[in-house]
């Protein structure tokens, strides 16, 4: 198993690209520390400890730090997922709901890796930030999320310079339209889900979306020792959209 013997914290871990995650974590042997919004998991996903919380709050995440420290120890793995999208001309975009989009992806991010870097043990660890494939192309509509997933990549790319001495890796998962709850909420919203859908699909180069068991595949892969000589890297998990 690729995991095991590792501790994992990962972030966003209720639903979605989270829940593929944690799920392939656990599959590889990890021992699972998982945090998100609701209050409590789906019976089926596995966790050793959910401390459900806001990690927008420092105090939070100082908190979920020293309870990892107290029934963990060392962390290894640091799987940064969460985040907020929230589409709107530039111009119309509300500044709280813009502050609200660049804290959820960014500061918070930011949060979780200064309080979590110390728990890492002295061989090192692993980061991996879920960003966007807006993070690396503009988008009408999305210029908010694009400006704070694409923050995330330098936050991502800082760090792992930084932290390279003590042998942390800092690399970046770039998903593009995953089949997660909030995309299938979307389409829903349309008078026409279906057409709303394949017009969605129709603007990647392999006409589907992703689903989130291949986002959390490249997630495993920075985890993993596979990856031991990479940091500082974007994937990109978008079935070929940012190769236009």
Known sequence: MRLENVAALVTGASSGIGQAVSSHFRREGARLLLTGRREQLDTAQPADLYVPGDLNDEA?????ASQA????GTVDVVVINHGLQASSPLTEMPYEDAKNVLDSNLLSAFLVMKHF???????GGSFVCISSRLGMVGKPGEVLYSAAKGGLI?????????????????????????VTPVIEATFQRSSDPEACRREREMQIPLQRLATPEEVADAA?????????????????????????
Do not use: C, H, Q
């Open 154 to 178: 330098m936050l991502a790319k800082g760090a792992a310079i930084e932290w390279a001495p003590r042998n942390i890796r800092v690399n970046v998962v770039a998903p593009g339209l995953t």
């Open 117 to 123: 870097a110390p728990l890492m043990p002295p061989e």
């Open 69 to 72: 420290a107290d029934s963990i």
């Open 220 to 244: 495993l892969f920075f985890a993993s020792s596979e990856s031991t000589y990479i940091t500082g890297a974007v994937l990109p998990v978008d079935g070929g959209y940012t190769a236009f």
């Open 60 to 64: 939070f995440v100082e908190a979920l």
